[in-house]
């Protein structure tokens, strides 16, 4: 701090003071540091008698700034209108009001710990309060405060403790007055977030006129039952996902990986049901193996910690840490494919049976449910697992029937090539050539050793869950961004 004459030591003994008061001021952007810079100009005044500088603060209105949380806000509000479920003009502003709290709630903290919570806008007055009678008693209901809650970040932060995303979701809504507030609690999302991750094929409906949940730092997803409205990331919308397990250059070189669970199940097949086909149980075999990849990327994400993924068929140009041959999910993806082909045989047999059903049928159809819900628990812990893993630093390295080669790997030399290709959808015909390095060590790594082994596929999660994947095809290396993992439907409403 400079010393002026005129203040001599009195300004000196006032040093710590001004220090301990000019570091509660919080630099988020550059508004707030002209601010603090006025405040303590406005200190030294009081202490010296000089002349100061004029300012000439900004209206609020003219500040320049980016709001994020409107960007969402105007999507769902064109969703809602598109879908023909909304009329009022002032919906606008509530669902930015309702997002803008999301989104600042989403950056605080509760005891020590991000919040990660659902919210589903929800008319306690018009819509049933329980899902129909004609659903399965594993659907939702909702339930009541004694007295409506404001909606704001305090509350809401507070209340993501009782409300995890995978036990309930917070119904809020307005009063009369136009105000939000929280009405209450809706239970049962357990069963909604298993289909989406998928570790259940039961497909559980959804309360209210759509969901919103925060997922990480400024991360807010926004869904109408199974469709996919939106993703803000920060101050980016993602409208649309690559779905490149299944459609396109990607999806092609899974089911040439998944090939050795096809000749396997094939053997199976034609020894223990010669009258089937195994054409006709090709895309089974493929979305198994696409699926328990998915899952255990969602559980990588899960951490928070990000990580790496790499799937190859040689191990040249790692050092793995910690190598080791791990091969129980490859082994509970074909015990999960034998018995679900089995199972559906016997409900074949049964529905064929007019009036009598022999006990030894009726036997063998309870026993391969019950095999299969174990296979899938088994499943479920090999995910899990190997997921752990990346918490590590270093990749995971997987072979193409998805054993590992061992975990916690890094490849020796970054030198990736001098473009790389940001693919525009799911299957790539054109694409953004770039440099890579605007990209961070481990996309850069990954890069260097996807485009030295054609037929690999580099997976990388950041920190706050952005997902990329990359291989190499036709000499280019490929990168796709926002690529689906969890069962969301595409909006067919809004582009």
């Known amino acids: 701090m400079h010393v002026f004459p005129s203040a001599g030591c009195y300004l000196t003994g006032q040093k710590n003071k001004m220090d301990s008061r000019s570091r509660n001021f919080r630099l988020t952007d550059k508004y707030s540091m002209l601010l603090m810079y006025i405040a303590l100009l406005k200190q030294i005044k009081r202490l010296i008698p000089i002349k100061m ?41 509530r669902l930015e009001h309702f997002f803008k709290t999301l989104y600042y709630a989403s950056m605080r903290t509760e005891e020590g710990q991000l919040i990660q919570v659902s919210v589903t806008f929800f008319d306690p007055e018009t819509e049933d309060l329980i899902g129909d009678e004609d659903d399965s008693q594993d659907h939702w209901s909702y339930t009541s405060f004694e007295e409506p809650l404001e909606f704001n970040e305090k509350t809401l932060v507070k209340l993501s403790k009782a409300a995890d995303p995978w036990s309930s979701s917070i119904a809020v809504y307005f009063n009369e007055k136009g105000e939000l507030l929280i009405y209450g609690l809706i239970d049962q999302a357990l069963h909604s977030q298993r289909f989406v991750n998928h570790e259940s094929e039961t497909q559980p409906k959804h309360a209210g006129l759509f969901q919103a949940s925060i997922q990480g730092i400024g991360i807010i997803a926004a869904t109408d039952g199974y469709k996919m409205i939106g993703v803000l990331r920060q101050d980016s919308l993602a409208r649309q996902f690559n779905d490149v397990w299944k459609y396109g250059q990607i999806s092609e070189l899974i089911e040439e990986k998944s090939g050795t669970f096809v000749n396997i199940i094939g053997s199976f097949i034609a020894k223990r049901y010669p009258g089937l086909e195994i054409e006709d149980y090709m895309d089974f075999i493929h979305d198994v193996w696409r699926d328990s990849l998915s899952r255990i990327l969602i559980q990588i994400r899960k951490y928070n910690h990000g990580g790496a993924l790499l799937i190859t068929s040689k191990t040249d140009g790692l050092v793995i840490n910690y190598p080791m041959q791990y091969i ?56 899990r697992f190997i997921a752990s893993q990346s918490c590590v630093d270093g990749l995971i390295v997987m072979k193409d029937n998805l054993s590992t080669f061992g975990f916690g790997a890094v490849i020796d030399k970054i030198d990736p090539p001098e473009f790389i290709h940001q693919a525009r959808g799911s299957k790539f015909s054109t694409t953004d050539p770039k440099r890579p390095k605007n990209f961070g060590t481990r996309h850069r790594s990954m890069m260097t050793y996807c485009s030295r082994h054609p037929g690999s596929i580099g997976i990388v999660i950041s920190q706050d869950g952005e997902l990329r994947v990359m291989s190499q095809f036709d000499d280019k290396l490929v990168v796709w961004d926002n690529v689906k993992i969890q069962k969301y439907l595409r909006s067919k409403i809004i582009l």
């Open 328 to 383: 129980r999910l490859r082994g509970a993806i074909l015990r999960f494919i034998r018995t679900s082909i089995s199972l559906r045989q016997v409900e074949k047999q049964i529905s064929m049976s007019r009036d009598y059903i022999e006990r030894e049928l009726f036997d063998e159809l309870r026993s391969l449910e019950t095999k299969k819900q174990q296979v899938n628990n088994e499943l479920k812990g090999a995910i």
């Open 53 to 93: 500088p004029t300012f000439s603060i900004p209206k609020t209105g003219s500040v320049p700034k980016t709001n994020p949380p409107e960007i969402l806000a105007e999507r769902v509000y064109k969703y809602l209108k598109d879908k023909k479920v909304i009329r009022d003009r002032r919906m606008a502003t």
